[in-house]
Structure formats: structure tokens, C-alpha cells
């Protein structure tokens, strides 16, 4: 979802769609946003609908670059980040992501099991590590510890 397609409402008095003002509230899972990056539609689709239906508000890219560029505005709380991308590896745009948004938190949901990527992911700060597919309760738990965390 582009920024201009975006309806949630944002953190720090930042406007809404529409430029609508927005209420700064207590963080909690109303008004948290998880942005979900992976090439992939289809999970981007059932990833969504999950967090969606655990009450998360989601916004999904396909494309890294453009997720980046929504970045540097939004200062999403969490990214759900695939590795295998074909513009940029998600080890990549975690490290950019570091750089334009540090408060916000990182989940890698990938197919790549392989243990340097997932060393690297974690020395580079990423909260959890999880291979597709993924058991929904888990990966649930893993996003809420995630945003748990000072």
C-alpha cells in the first residue's frame, strides 16, 4: 500500500489520509502499524490477513525501495521483512531501514534457512527470526514480543 493509500492514523501528530490530524495515543495494538515487505503477493496477503484479524493495522509493499521511501515518513513500529527480494535483499533494507527509522523493530519472515543469514539478521538487530511457513501463533507471539520491547 502506497503512503497516499494509507488510512491509519500515525504517531507523534503526523496526518492521517485526507491530512487529517491524528490522536496521539498510548501505544498498544490499536494504533501500532506493521508494515509487511515481500515479493511475494500471496503472503503478503495471508500475513495481512492475519494481522490483521489479531487487530493490527497493516500496510504491505512488494516493492523494498518504495516500503523505504514510506519509511523515512511513517516510522512504522514493526516490519515483517522477507530476505529473498529481487531490487534488494531484506538484510539490506534492514540495514537502511536502521538508518532512516531506529525505534522501529524488525521480524524476518522468510523461506531462506540458512544460519548466516539468520546470524546476521540478528546481530543487525532483528527481534525474531522465523522460516515460511510459519505456525500462526507463534509468528503472533513473536510480533507482540517484538513490540513488547523498550
Not at 519472515?109 to 532483528?126: F, Q
Request: aromatic share 6%; glycine share 6%.
Amino acid at each position: 500500500m502506497s503512503p497516499q493509500q494509507h488510512n491509519g492514523s500515525y504517531p507523534n501528530g503526523q496526518l492521517a489520509e485526507g491530512g487529517r490530524p491524528t490522536l496521539v495515543a498510548a501505544p498498544n495494538i490499536a494504533t501500532r502499524t506493521i508494515c509487511l515487505v515481500d515479493d511475494d503477493p500471496s503472503v503478503l496477503k495471508a500475513t495481512g490477513r492475519l494481522l490483521s484479524s489479531a487487530g493490527w493495522k497493516v500496510e504491505s509493499f512488494v516493492d523494498p525501495i518504495e516500503f523505504l521511501e514510506h519509511a523515512k515518513t511513517y516510522q512504522p513500529h514493526l516490519v515483517v521483512l522477507d530476505i529473498l527480494m529481487p531490487k534488494m535483499n531484506g538484510l539490506d533494507v534492514q540495514k537502511r531501514l536502521k538508518t532512516i527509522s531506529p525505534a522501529s523493530r524488525v521480524v524476518i519472515l522468510t523461506s531462506k534457512d540458512d544460519p548466516a543469514v539468520r546470524s546476521n539478521a540478528i546481530a543487525a538487530g532483528a527481534s525474531a527470526f522465523f522460516l515460511k511457513p510459519v505456525d500462526d501463533d507463534e509468528f503472533l507471539a513473536g510480533v507482540e514480543a517484538a513490540l513488547s520491547k523498550n
